[in-house]
């Protein structure tokens, strides 16, 4: 596949993954970026642009945790309207897979 699509296709599911990922514990930037990494080869840079948007949508809040290993790391966790989003993109993602796999292996 074409680097360009598969980033593409990444990005799409991004937020997806991260809302997902929060559904099971909270979370810092930095450890759910690693995740995502190891899951779905996304670069670490992507991440704190999107923390940001996610927080200014309400989709998630912060606290901060002291950390023996320096400064303070902030913790993100879902908000109500947050796992609202993750349960409404969960419900839609499903359907479109289930779309685009009806036509891929419809050529088959």
């Given at each position: ?16 993954c ?16 690693s ?10 840079g ?11 949508d ?33 419900t ?6 289930t ?10």
């Open positions: 596949m074409p680097e360009a699509i598969e980033t593409q296709l990444k990005k799409g599911v991004l937020a997806l991260v809302l997902s990922l929060l559904s099971r514990g909270d979370g810092y930037a930095y450890d759910i970026a995740r995502l990494a190891a899951a779905i080869d996304m670069g670490e992507t991440i704190y642009p999107l923390m940001r948007r996610l927080q200014g309400g989709l998630v809040d912060t606290y901060l945790v002291e950390s023996s290993a320096g400064p303070p790391r902030k913790y993100y966790r879902l908000t109500e309207a947050g796992r609202a989003a993750y349960a409404q993109q969960k839609e993602w499903a359907a479109f897979a779309a685009v796999n009806d036509i891929v292996g419809a050529g088959e």
